[in-house]
């Protein structure tokens, strides 16, 4: 295992993460490690407390012990907003895009500029803002949509603007929940073939059930179960681990 | 690529037009000074109900309070206009000359330390826009940072106008009770009572409003505005791209206080009086109305809306006093479920595409048509 590393040469260092709902530990005295330019993925069986360690990580829940160090930052101790800012990106499991709002405001909204209250009221919609959203837009194979409200994109098209819209944010560590979760065939290839251009230059942690997909593109593997980390390690090494079949794999 | 590369586009430019006419040429060329007055009441109501607009309508933040403001506005104009209608001359009968009559009617001897600056009329009008928006600003913080929000913030608005109301009430000697603050006479020493006042005061108002509305719009239109609409509809991904949706929250309430505090202080200009039966829980509540009649995300929608429900409710109490209220009721319930956009979903749906062919087929001519009878606007 990896406890004992200085947690200085990783990007996350979460270590002795507990989180617990009346009395009912969600998270357990969890640790994990990630490196510059990794992409982790968790799995796990439902309830195993995937998408509340994300929670945790960004801020959404506050965690009960333990700490979570990003660059030598604590994020327990910061707001959901200041961690964004600190460089962490999250997306959430349902498509959350702005309905109301066309899909280039959507992607304008995350650009980070003008982010607070004055700021926003005074901010200028310039070539650097545009440029960055068209070229954006073409990466997620949207940039013909860019006027349509987002109301009107598939779900997939949704998936998309929302992973565009934390692109734009240009986060250090990128979070994803299920993002092929619901995906046609062809999208989940082409999302398959969004992720790897986008994790140049970044650390990603994703969440996902699909097997096939996490092989493609995981560098390494983190099995949780109630809580708890299981197993960890190449794609490789957990699919053979015998106490992953038993709870996870082998259903 | 960029949408709204002009301030008003065309169809809020129809109906910014359409309202300049209404209320510069045709309400005070058709109307007497009585009926005019009237409409100079209504339309203090519009400042609430633009303010209600960002605050509700895009930002999503229902505030059943905002009588609270309209009040504070309201009052810290009266007591300058009281001060002045207090001079010693005017108060000599009194046991105390020099202070308002109803402190000298509950025995109060000298003027309450917070009645002091109000000699001031610079003072007034910074108390005017500082006041509500001090006041709202602790109100947003407490609540909106304690991720306090939807039916509970609005149950706690409603609450604070009750509380505010019974203060007002019960500390008779230093608001003027339940009467309010009456027999407003002068504002530096020009009689606002007479009628060439009221037509002066009238302007002045619609000024204001005008200003009101440009100022609403350009919130509007920046980054701010999308970011309201953004936080109604997905406040977690607001917050998760960076913004601290609580300060942004806090923002357009204070906002709507401000416009709402105007617009009392207009009442109180134009009436000539201020008491707390437009404080409480039915006036904000029917501010709310006002809004959601005109469409809650339109700003003209507001000001049309504000100006057909008072004028309904001033013909209909007249002829059928018992029975405005059950009409009222009905007319909220009617919107909230066959237009929920208001008279500016029914404007953007049924009327808005004619003007459309209309301006197609016949180019650039007229909209004149739609003028007389205050057609709502988006």
Same mark, same amino acid.
């Given at each position: ?251 | ?47 609430? @109900? ?8 895009? =930002? ?100 604070? @106008? ?14 003027? =009770? ?78 709507? @206080? ?68 059950? =009409? ?51």
């Amino acid at each position: 295992m990896l406890i004992g590393h200085q947690p200085k040469d990783f990007l996350l260092a979460v270590s002795g993460l507990t989180v617990s709902f009346d009395g009912f530990k969600a998270v357990n005295d969890l640790s994990f490690y990630v490196e510059e330019n990794e992409i982790r993925v968790i799995i796990g069986p439902n309830g195993a407390g995937k998408t509340t360690v994300l929670d945790l990580i960004c801020g959404k829940t506050r965690a009960t012990s333990g700490s979570i160090q990003f660059r030598g930052k604590e994020l327990t101790k910061l707001k959901e907003n200041e961690i964004v800012k600190a460089g962490v990106g999250r997306k959430f499991q349902t498509p959350s895009v702005f309905e109301d709002l066309t899909v280039f405001e959507n992607l304008e909204i995350s650009f980070p500029r003008g982010r607070t209250v004055f700021g926003s009221l005074t901010f200028q919609r310039d070539t650097t803002v545009t440029g960055r959203v068209e070229e954006v837009a073409e990466m997620i194979f949207l940039k013909d949509r860019l006027q349509t409200s987002a109301a009107e994109l598939s779900h997939g098209q949704k998936q998309w603007l929302e992973i565009g819209m934390l692109l734009i944010q240009n986060p250090d560590l990128l979070m994803l929940d299920e993002p092929v979760a619901g995906m046609s065939v062809s999208e989940r290839a082409k999302t398959a073939e969004l992720l790897n251009r986008i994790i140049k230059d970044r650390s990603v942690l994703v969440i996902e059930h699909d097997m096939k997909f996490v092989e493609d593109i995981a560098h390494k593997v983190t099995v949780l179960h109630q809580g708890q980390i299981l197993s960890e390690g190449t794609m490789e090494r957990v699919k053979n681990d015998p106490k992953v079949i038993e709870v996870y794999l082998g259903h | 690529m960029i949408t709204n590369s002009r301030f008003f586009n065309r169809s809020e430019l129809v109906g910014l037009i359409s309202l300049v006419l209404l209320l510069v040429v045709i309400l005070p060329l058709t109307l007497d000074i009585f009926r005019l007055n009237l409409v100079a009441k209504y339309l203090t109501y519009a400042f609430v @109900a633009i303010g209600l607009v960002l605050c509700w309508g895009y =930002g999503g933040i229902l505030s059943l309070g905002q009588g609270v403001f309209f009040g504070l506005g309201g009052y810290a104009m009266a007591m300058f206009l009281k001060l002045e209608a207090s001079s010693a001359a005017n108060t000599k009968i009194q046991s105390t000359p020099g202070i308002p009559d109803f402190m000298d009617w509950n025995q109060l001897t000298q003027l309450p330390f917070f009645w002091k600056p109000f000699h001031s009329l610079p003072f007034t009008f910074l108390a005017i826009v500082l006041a509500p928006a001090f006041f709202s600003f602790i109100i947003g913080a407490a609540m909106f940072k304690r991720r306090v929000g939807g039916v509970y913030f609005a149950i706690i608005t409603q609450a604070i @106008a009750a509380i505010l109301t019974i203060l007002i009430v019960g500390q008779q000697g230093y608001t003027g =009770g339940i009467n309010g603050i009456t027999d407003l006479r002068t504002l530096l020493d020009w009689d606002i009572r007479t009628d060439h006042a009221k037509y002066v005061l009238y302007f002045v108002e619609v000024a204001f409003l005008f200003g009101a509305v440009v100022v609403a719009q350009f919130i509007r239109l920046t980054k701010l505005g999308r970011i309201l609409v953004a936080m109604r509809e997905q406040e977690d991904r607001v917050r998760f791209s960076g913004y601290s949706v609580a300060n942004f929250k806090i923002f357009a309430f204070c906002a709507a @206080a401000v416009f709402a505090a105007i617009g009392g202080a207009m009442f109180t200009l134009n009436v000539g009086f201020m008491s707390p039966s437009f404080v409480g829980i039915v006036p904000s509540i029917e501010m709310v109305i006002y809004t959601a009649v005109g469409g809650r995300l339109s700003i003209f929608g507001a000001v049309y809306g504000t100006l057909l429900v008072n004028f309904a409710k001033t013909s209909l109490s007249e002829t059928f006093p018992q029975l405005w209220l059950f =009409g009222l009721g009905a007319l909220f319930i009617a919107v909230v479920l066959a237009f929920p956009s208001g008279l500016a979903g029914i404007w953007a749906d049924n009327i808005q595409p004619r003007i459309d062919r209309l301006f197609a087929s016949r180019g650039e001519k007229s909209g004149n048509g739609l003028i007389a009878d205050g057609a709502p606007a988006e």
